[in-house]
């Protein structure tokens, strides 16, 4: 993911950026624009954005002094109740109608959450500028609050960058105020007092970080010590330098921030992203329209199948109508040519089985000799022979089973039964072999 970080002041316009994967970033650029004179903010955007990279998320960063906060302590853990009922809490606790400012939440900590809000005209003017010049960004939010995001600060210490100073407690930012550099020497101290008169316990350390960071350490007027953050040691590919860092640093919490879900955002209800929408919404247009030209597609495809079968049948029904009329051309035209034809077969058939049958009926007459008196029942189904009849003697239906093994596979007499005359009664059961049909 690409995230372009623009950080607006009064003299200076400083874009940044950086492409994250996964654990990993990198900075893909930075440049520094001078304001003032014939060089307008507005043209300045105008030139950052003809070097956009498509699909990068743009975070527009505006001057700290534009922000304010305050202290909540609420019984709820989800961020996205609390702005839902911040507006509630904040309601005639402000000097302006919450209807003219945009609002959001950060967690500070157990139950404390830190309210902040800006002015949504100044926070629209902003993003129309953006907007005019070709580069509307998606996030509008300020450095200060991506204060704990950067690389080797304390989680547990004051941070001082020029702009503004940030309390950060077990990794959480818990306070923040816009100072002026000017003013700093003597409003840090002060501030630090005011803090501790109201209770609050004051952090172990001040970090400073950037140019005018050691300028406030110089002043010797810090109540805390004082510690210049410098890049930590595995960030050598991330900046190339320490001047590097001292500058972007700060752009690069910003980026973190985003990235893990945490960076305040003031464009929200009527201020709310929607170029973000509209790309989806045409993106699901056009896989719709592609949805649609697959189905047209398909149907074509399965109509042109159906086709080619329905020749084929019509093909084939004109191949049995001519071979009906070869076969039997005095008949006249059949309703179902292919069931005449079908019945013919069958009838083939039956006289073939007949035949067949007629032929068994002789070689078993042949096969009885003298000896046996009379077949009184005979039964043919498939291959399988079943025999009833009169014989002499048990013998005779032995010698009558042996002349009969040319004729059967196999064969099995049943039971023989004397009779008082001395002639006996037998049953035979045999398979037919295939060649003897």
């Known amino acids: 993911m690409d995230y372009l970080i623009l950080q607006v002041e009064e003299k200076q316009l400083l874009a940044a950026q950086f492409r994250f994967s996964g654990h990993s970033s990198e900075l893909g650029g930075a440049t520094l624009f001078e304001l003032g004179g014939e060089r307008s903010l507005a043209d300045t955007l105008a030139q950052v954005a003809t070097g956009v990279k498509a699909g990068s998320r743009v975070i527009l960063c505006l001057p700290p002094a534009l922000f304010a906060m305050r202290t909540l302590q609420l019984p709820l853990d989800d961020l996205r109740k609390v702005r839902e009922v911040l507006p509630a ?5 402000l000097p302006l109608p919450l209807d003219e400012l945009a609002l959001d939440v950060l967690a500070a900590g157990k139950g404390i959450f830190l309210a902040l809000w800006a002015r949504k005209s100044e926070i629209s003017h902003a993003i129309e500028l953006c907007r005019s010049a070709g580069i509307e960004p998606q996030i509008v939010s300020s450095l200060p609050f991506a204060g704990n995001y950067i690389l080797g600060v304390p989680e547990d210490c004051a941070l001082y960058d020029g702009k503004a100073l940030t309390i950060m407690t077990a990794g959480q930012l818990t306070f923040f105020r816009a100072l002026e550099p000017e003013s700093a020497p003597q ?7 005011a803090l501790e008169l109201t209770g ?11 140019p005018a960071g050691s300028s406030l350490a110089e002043a010797g007027t810090l109540p805390l010590p004082a510690q210049q953050l410098t890049a930590p040691p595995d960030s050598g590919r991330l900046f190339k330098n320490e001047q590097t860092f001292q500058q972007l640093a700060g752009l690069h919490a910003v980026a973190r921030a985003c ?14 992203w929607t170029a973000g929408d509209a790309s989806l919404r045409k993106k699901l247009r056009l896989s719709a329209v592609l949805a649609g030209v697959l189905m047209v597609g398909l149907f074509a495809s399965k109509w042109l199948q159906y086709r080619a079968v329905s020749a084929d049948l019509a093909s084939v029904n004109s191949s049995i109508a001519a071979l009906y009329r070869d076969i039997f051309p005095n008949r006249a035209k059949a309703v179902d040519e292919l069931a005449e034809v079908k019945g013919e077969i069958k009838k083939l058939a039956g006289a073939e089985s007949s035949t067949g049958y007629l032929d068994l009926l002789k070689k078993l007459a042949e096969a009885k000799g003298a000896t046996i008196n009379g077949l009184y029942e005979a039964e043919v189904e498939g291959h399988s022979l079943r025999i ?5 003697s048990a013998q005779a239906v032995n010698q009558f089973k042996e002349a009969l093994e040319p004729l059967l596979a196999s064969s099995q007499l049943g ?7 001395g002639k006996v009664s037998f049953s035979l059961t045999g398979t037919l072999k295939e060649v003897s049909r």
């Open 415 to 421: 039971e023989v039964k004397s009779r008082p005359d």
């Open 89 to 93: 809490h904040l309601q005639g606790e």
């Open 259 to 272: 990235q893990a879900g945490r960076l305040p955002d003031f464009r929200r209800g009527e201020l709310t």
């Open 200 to 210: 609050v316990p004051l952090p172990p350390q001040i970090c400073l970080i950037g």
């Open 388 to 392: 009833k009849g009169d014989a002499r």
């Open 187 to 193: 409003t840090v101290p002060a501030t630090f007092s």
